[in-house]
């Protein structure tokens, strides 16, 4: 995947048959200025994004995976050659990295679910921080992408927790880039340019916390529950996209609703039903326990068999707590 998108660098937008002039610069005003990106797009979102027919939407993005060498199909020994690349990130908590193999995966979302106070944002602090370790000590050597949509992100939580972990504050905020997003569109957009923050840093983590609180608050009733979905379904491929072609964890969140109908003994359920559900690789389901404890409880995992520990929540983040 790497080695593609230097090769594809050598050839721009302009040498596709279908792109002239007028054409290019629609496509770079909406941020498909690459070979790549074009070649991964759907010709629905180029054609009503750029203003073009999604015929010639269609024809453009053959060309761009022609050119970008990008089949329809990889075969079994290039996915696993491709997911030879995985790398995992810890999260603090040697019993939560047990638990998901060795830590979060590259090439894949991982959702952390669970009511208010269950510490989910405070597992998005921890990984921003850790992503900047050392590979040795479980991190990536990189930095992180943060769309915060509710206002909770806190430099003074990265203070401590860098603090903690022995690693220099300042050294570790300059690696993190926070986005706040005012509304489920901006957020779909912040997503998009991800990849343009990708060009000039090594982002290697992109967090979305929360996930679907805009989502929730703007599509209220049955009425718009479709259109809600169909936003929601779009964003999680536009982030499951990113994190395969830049090799990248994506870490997003996402609060509860009571579902007694639903969930007997359990009355919860994770907003986003089956969309969220369905593109998120890894889902983990937090509840509060005792004083600074959580349970931890690995859901639906392709891979991993279910099961759950306890982390502990304090000043210093995440931890096994004993
Ligand atoms: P919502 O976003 O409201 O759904 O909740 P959340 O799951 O994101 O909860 P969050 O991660 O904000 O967890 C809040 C909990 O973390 C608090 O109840 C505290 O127990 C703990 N916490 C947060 N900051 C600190 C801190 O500085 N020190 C200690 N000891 N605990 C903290
Ligand atoms: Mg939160």
């Known amino acids: 995947m790497a080695g593609n998108e230097k090769e594809t660098k050598k050839i721009t937008i302009e040498d596709l048959a279908g792109v002239g002039e007028a054409t290019a610069e629609k496509l770079r005003e909406n941020g498909y200025d690459d070979i790549m990106t074009l070649a991964v797009a759907s010709p629905k979102d180029l054609s009503e994004v750029s203003g073009i027919a999604e ?29 030879k690349d995985v790398r995992k990130l810890t999260t603090g908590s040697k019993n939560l990295d047990d638990l998901l193999g060795g830590g979060l995966e590259t090439q894949s ?28 000590k479980g991190g990536l050597e990189a930095e992180t992408m943060i769309i915060d949509t509710e206002n909770t992100f806190r430099p003074e939580r990265i203070v401590q927790m860098a603090r903690a972990k022995g690693v220099d504050p300042d050294e570790t905020l300059k690696r993190i880039h926070v986005a706040r997003a005012y509304n489920s569109h901006h957020q779909i957009l912040l997503a998009e340019k991800a990849a343009d923050l990708a060009k000039e840093f090594n982002i290697k983590l992109v967090v979305v916390d929360s996930l679907t609180s805009h989502f929730r608050s703007e599509y209220m009733g049955r009425g718009s529950l479709a259109e809600r979905q169909q936003l929601l379904n779009r964003h999680m491929h536009d982030l499951l996209k990113f994190s395969t072609i830049y090799n990248a964890i994506i870490a997003v969140t996402n609060q509860v609703s009571a579902r007694p109908d639903v969930f007997f003994g359990d009355p919860t359920t994770p907003i986003g039903g089956n969309i969220v559900g369905h593109t998120a690789t890894f889902r983990i389901y937090l509840r509060k326990s005792k004083a600074g404890k959580r349970i931890a409880r690995l859901i639906d995992s392709p891979y991993l068999p279910e099961g759950e520990t306890v982390i502990q929540l304090s000043e210093d983040g995440i931890s096994d707590g004993t």
Do not use: C, Y
């Open 55 to 83: 015929g010639a939407a269609i024809k453009i993005i053959n060309a761009a995976r022609k050119a970008a060498d990008v089949g329809n199909f990889e075969t079994g020994e290039e996915i696993l050659a491709r997911r």
């Open 109 to 136: 979302i991982t959702e952390f679910f669970g009511e208010f106070g269950s510490g989910k944002t405070q597992i998005m602090h921890q990984l921003a921080v850790n992503v900047t370790m050392p590979f040795e």
